[in-house]
Nanobody, 124 residues
Framework: QVQLVESGGGLVQAGGSLRLSCAASGRTFSNDVMGWFRQEPGKEREFVAAISGSGRATKYADSVNGRFTISRENAKNTVYLQMNSLKPEDTAVYYC?????????????????WGQGTQVTVSS
């Protein structure tokens, strides 16, 4: 059974940092693009960041570029999202997802596997 399990969310003050982790199991994800998305109540899920299987190609949403860093450890089947300089508008449920392709994509429909999400709340 394919599973993606996010962890590391929580409550943090504006300007603070969090690191999210996503542990994958049930298949080999080392060739897959791994992505992070987020969703606020009543809004559509939006792209945050994605990384290729090799880790050499990354893509970021404009709103997080320069503040967030995506990385992966294929030996551990784990992908990370380091979030720095957090803002209240970063508050959302963050989801990990896997896309069995080569180049990072930004649309939710491209991703086949999804985790259950982890809440990130940034207080002002």
């Amino acid at each position: 059974q394919v599973q993606l399990v996010e962890s590391g969310g929580g409550l943090v003050q504006a300007g603070g940092s969090l690191r999210l982790s996503c542990a994958a199991s049930g298949r080999t994800f080392s060739n897959d693009v791994m992505g992070w998305f987020r969703q606020e109540p009543g809004k559509e899920r939006e792209f945050v960041a994605a990384i290729s299987g090799s880790g050499r190609a990354t893509k970021y949403a404009d709103s997080v570029n320069g503040r967030f860093t995506i990385s992966r450890e294929n030996a551990k089947n784990t992908v990370y999202l380091q979030m720095n300089s957090l803002k209240p508008e970063d508050t959302a449920v963050y989801y990990c997802a896997a896309d069995p392709t080569i180049w990072p994509r930004t649309t939710t429909s491209a991703y086949d596997y999804w985790g259950q999400g982890t809440q990130v709340t940034v207080s002002s």
